[in-house]
């Protein structure tokens, strides 16, 4: 659009009165001059000058334009009269000149861009009333004051009903604990700040320094702090330091979606195996727990992976006749050694998942007892990548002091998992009905590398299993022990160097063993008991102390064994206590 040169703007510079005006018009009154800082005094010193009365200040503005008034005509023709070119001149002038004057204010106003869309042409647009509808324009004022949001568990941002600025979440780091007064000097309770944090914004952020320093802060809570529904706690991505009391919880959850990431725990004060010394206590007193997440978590150890910073217990529920736990998620966590149960549930069902959990007691000093990983009861739980690695020398430690323990549940999943050199079993299952396991490890293990014992329906691929005949070590310990089981399919990677038997079946009814058998001081496979059609197919079975295969169960059969005197096929055993 064209512009008519109708008005003129000018910024003061503290020295200029005298202004052009860059247009022509009619009559003075016709000229309109206003300034931003306020009233005007001005003169006409031509027709095409102003001057006003005082310099112009700079950051002031003056505005000169042109205001044709259209109240009444500017010549006024009559019947007979005679009349001029400067009268015809003077009334289509004011015609024009106001035709001009519309067609710059227009110009100079909201309007369509060439692409269809609205152009304030970079000026701002003021004077507007707050939003009713969800495509409504919004001011600074509403922005900055009125939208709110809610930080739920995972760190994810909705609109909700907790009072914090957008602006500020979108300025800062998450609502942090010391702006409610926490120290992190590692002696001052942080607890009750911790719990105005949550409570205010539903998430609490432990920063790595203390406030206002460059030194690592030391985050003491002298008692629990009990996590409400999608509360969560997160520190920085270098893990920030909590430190436990002695004789209490550090975080407990007693509601949904609540979260704990980012965070090294210091639980050297701990003093027993109590559960009202757990550090992530999951409480199901009240109801069912859901959606509850740990992730990028360690627990007790130093920066430095050296200094020993543990206690008993890491992370445990708190058992309930009825209640459960659903959508439990522990992820990249790791566990340097306990005293008492690093990780033991009680009630943890559907949709939960262990993911990359480490519990390692190579550094810890005392013999642990028992299990690194322990469930009772519980469905539904899938396990991906998680390890527990032993104490002291090859050969040492408690026969209860299980990498994998499971007694009662069903539907259990894991893959790539292990145990190796604890000083009971890698994996042991008890009273469970539904395994599956893919590519398992135990090795080096005080005990029977696996266990199971009242199980069914049990699938297993590229199992390894490898015990320490060449080490010291309990005697007559198998790679893999069935007892009063049934209904399994175990392919077998490698069962070698054991003890005991590479497989022993106790009571085994309809089950298959395939895979590579040898090196163990036993039996390579063994029957015991009342076991019956049972059978060893696809396996290579090589330079077993006892011997190849032992069998006392009826309708049991060898099939494609390839065996250190021979291959062996079509083999059926009558049950006589046939060895081969």
């Given at each position: 659009m064209a512009f008519y040169n109708t008005f003129a703007n000018y910024v003061g510079d503290d020295s200029t009165t005298d202004f052009a005006i860059p247009f022509s018009y009619i009559k003075e009154s016709d000229v309109v001059v206003t300034r931003q800082g306020g009233a005007v005094s001005y003169i006409f010193l031509d027709p095409q000058t102003i001057r006003i009365s005082a310099p112009l200040a700079t950051g002031d503005s003056l505005k000169i334009e042109r205001d044709t008034s259209l109240s009444e005509k500017a010549v006024v023709f009559n019947n007979g009269s005679p009349f001029t070119a400067g009268q015809m001149n003077t009334g289509f002038n004011q015609l024009f000149n106001a035709m001009q004057e519309a067609s710059d204010t227009a110009g100079s106003q909201l309007g369509i861009s060439n692409d269809g869309q609205w152009d304030a042409l970079s000026r701002r647009i003021t004077n507007l009333p707050n939003p009713t509808s969800n495509q409504d324009a919004a001011t600074k004022a509403y922005v900055d004051s009125a939208v709110l949001i809610q930080v739920e568990a995972g760190?994810?941002?909705?609109?909700?009903?907790?009072a914090r600025p957008l602006i500020q979440i979108l300025r800062d780091t998450p609502p942090s604990i010391s702006d409610f007064g926490g120290s992190g000097d590692g002696s001052t309770s942080d607890t009750a700040a911790a719990r105005s944090c949550l409570d205010t914004y539903g998430v609490c952020y432990l920063p790595y320094y203390k406030p206002g320093t460059y030194t690592r802060a030391t985050w003491y809570f002298g008692s629990e702090v009990r996590l409400l529904a999608g509360q969560c706690i997160i520190g920085s991505e270098r893990k920030s330091l909590v430190k436990q009391a002695a004789g209490d919880n550090v975080f407990v959850f007693r509601e949904d979606r609540g979260g704990i990431k980012n965070i090294r725990f210091d639980a050297s004060a701990q003093t027993s195996n109590d559960v009202a010394e757990v550090t992530i206590l999951l409480d199901t007193t009240n109801g069912w727990l859901q959606d509850i997440?740990?992730?990028?978590?360690?627990?007790?150890?130093?920066?430095?992976?050296?200094?020993?910073?543990?206690?008993?217990?890491?992370?445990?529920?708190?058992?309930?006749?009825?209640?459960?736990?659903?959508?439990?998620?522990?992820?990249?966590?790791?566990?340097?050694?306990?005293?008492?149960?690093?990780?033991?549930?009680?009630?943890?069902?559907?949709?939960?998942?262990?993911?990359?959990?480490?519990?390692?007691?190579?550094?810890?000093?005392?013999?642990?007892?028992?299990?690194?990983?322990?469930?009772?009861?519980?469905?539904?739980?899938?396990?991906?990548?998680?390890?527990?690695?032993?104490?002291?020398?090859?050969?040492?430690?408690?026969?209860?002091?299980?990498?994998?323990?499971?007694?009662?549940?069903?539907?259990?999943?894991?893959?790539?998992?292990?145990?190796?050199?604890?000083?009971?079993?890698?994996?042991?299952?008890?009273?469970?009905?539904?395994?599956?396991?893919?590519?398992?490890?135990?090795?080096?293990?005080?005990?029977?590398?696996?266990?199971?014992?009242?199980?069914?329906?049990?699938?297993?691929?590229?199992?390894?299993?490898?015990?320490?005949?060449?080490?010291?070590?309990?005697?007559?310990?198998?790679?893999?022990?069935?007892?009063?089981?049934?209904?399994?399919?175990?392919?077998?990677?490698?069962?070698?160097?054991?003890?005991?038997?590479?497989?022993?079946?106790?009571?085994?009814?309809?089950?298959?063993?395939?895979?590579?058998i040898g090196g163990n001081t036993g039996f390579g496979v063994r029957e015991s008991g009342s076991s019956n059609y049972n059978g060893v197919t696809s396996a290579t079975l090589y330079v077993n102390g006892a011997g190849n295969g032992y069998f006392t169960g009826a309708s049991s059969f060898i099939d494609g064994v390839m065996r250190n005197s021979g291959v062996g096929s079509g083999y059926s055993v009558p049950g006589a206590g046939t060895s081969w």
């Open positions: 760190g994810s941002l909705t609109r909700g009903a907790v997440s740990v992730e990028n978590v360690e627990w007790g150890i130093e920066e430095d992976k050296t200094t020993l910073k543990n206690g008993y217990n890491f992370i445990s529920d708190i058992p309930h006749a009825s209640n459960k736990i659903v959508g439990l998620k522990v992820n990249s966590t790791k566990v340097w050694g306990a005293k008492g149960y690093p990780v033991y549930f009680t009630q943890v069902f559907a949709d939960s998942y262990f993911d990359r959990v480490l519990v390692d007691w190579t550094r810890q000093s005392t013999t642990p007892t028992v299990p690194a990983f322990s469930f009772v009861g519980g469905e539904g739980i899938f396990f991906d990548y998680c390890v527990a690695q032993g104490w002291g020398t090859v050969g040492s430690g408690d026969p209860g002091a299980h990498a994998f323990s499971f007694s009662g549940g069903s539907a259990l999943g894991m893959n790539n998992c292990r145990g190796d050199n604890v000083g009971g079993n890698a994996f042991r299952f008890y009273n469970v009905s539904g395994i599956e396991l893919a590519t398992p490890i135990g090795s080096l293990c005080g005990e029977d590398q696996f266990v199971f014992d009242t199980v069914t329906r049990v699938s297993c691929t590229g199992l390894y299993a490898g015990g320490r005949n060449t080490l010291s070590g309990a005697a007559n310990k198998s790679g893999l022990y069935f007892k009063n089981t049934s209904r399994f399919n175990i392919n077998i990677s490698t069962s070698e160097n054991n003890t005991g038997d590479g497989v022993l079946l106790e009571n085994v009814i309809g089950s298959i063993v395939s895979g590579s």
